[in-house]
């Protein structure tokens, strides 16, 4: 049976830990020492690193386990990681079958120019991309990128497990109810995860089908959306980049 586990990293981080029997496969290794210490305390074999983007808070550890695992790490075509074994770019499969899990790689660009992210057994990683209630910064790339990116994700099955790089989810959700405040389902959210916060627990995976409806930069194409934004802009606005582009600016003004 496979499990993810989050491994906490730095302030906020998760590195995903994939499990199958005494096998393991991590996402976004920013730091090596968690993950051999759960590694080691569980006594599992690491079979392969995926990194999403080449910001060091997920690419850090990756050298120092690969090394002492002698393990493949599958990263980037786009980006220059001095960790990545294997080139990977849209459309690539990769075959995990120590962990039984095979991945489709998506090019998702926005955060950075580069960005992939991982979508295999019901499940995404995403990095720095998707976040829960959220999206990464565009550091590299235009909005338009970064849209066409999101609209990718948003185009997976329903049930798709979204597991994000960050707790980042009550900042968010904080900004959200500002652009979408009389979105139910995006309350009822803050609630649930007001909760889970509360115990100390991860507010990960989140679903596809959540972030379609609580995500404001999932909803351009919500009239909510649409007319928070273009107020915040100025002007009417149509398309649906220009839509993502002026709740990314609003969000960033507020940060
Ligand atoms: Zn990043
Ligand atoms: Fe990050």
């Known amino acids: 049976m496979i499990e993810i586990i989050p491994i906490p990293a730095f302030e906020d981080n998760y ?8 096998y393991a ?9 968690p993950v051999m210490e759960y590694l080691q305390q569980h006594d599992l074999k690491l079979t392969a690193i995926l990194i999403t983007h080449h910001h060091g808070d997920h690419c850090g550890g990756a050298k120092e386990l690969s090394l002492h695992f002698n393990c493949p790490v599958y990263g980037p075509r786009r980006e220059k990681i001095t960790a990545t074994t294997q080139n990977v770019a849209e459309n690539d499969i990769i075959a995990l079958p120590d962990v039984g899990a095979e991945f489709h790689v998506i090019d998702v660009p926005g955060h950075t ?11 995404l990683f995403c990095g720095d991309a998707l976040f829960a209630c959220g999206c990464g910064r565009l550091f590299e790339g235009t909005p338009e990128q970064m ?24 900042d968010n959700i904080r900004f959200a109810r500002i652009a979408d405040p009389d979105n139910a389902a995006l309350q009822e959210r803050e609630t649930r995860e007001r ?36 107020q915040f802009a100025g002007r009417p ?3 649906p980049a220009s839509i993502f582009a002026a709740i990314r600016q609003w969000k960033d003004k507020l940060d």
């Open 15 to 22: 590195i995903w830990l994939i499990r199958n029997q005494a």
């Open 25 to 33: 496969a991590v996402v976004d290794p920013g730091d090596a020492d």
């Open 113 to 123: 120019r580069g960005h992939v992210a991982y979508y295999g057994i019901n499940s």
């Open 147 to 170: 849209q066409a990116s999101l609209a990718k994700l948003a185009a997976l099955p329903d049930e798709t497990k979204v597991f994000c790089a960050h707790e980042y989810t009550l």
């Open 195 to 230: 909760q889970i916060r509360a115990q100390g627990l991860p507010t990960l995976p989140s679903t596809i089908a959540l972030e379609k409806r609580t995500n404001p930069f999932l909803r351009w194409n919500d009239t909510h959306l649409i007319k928070a934004a273009s």
């Open 237 to 239: 606005l149509g398309s």
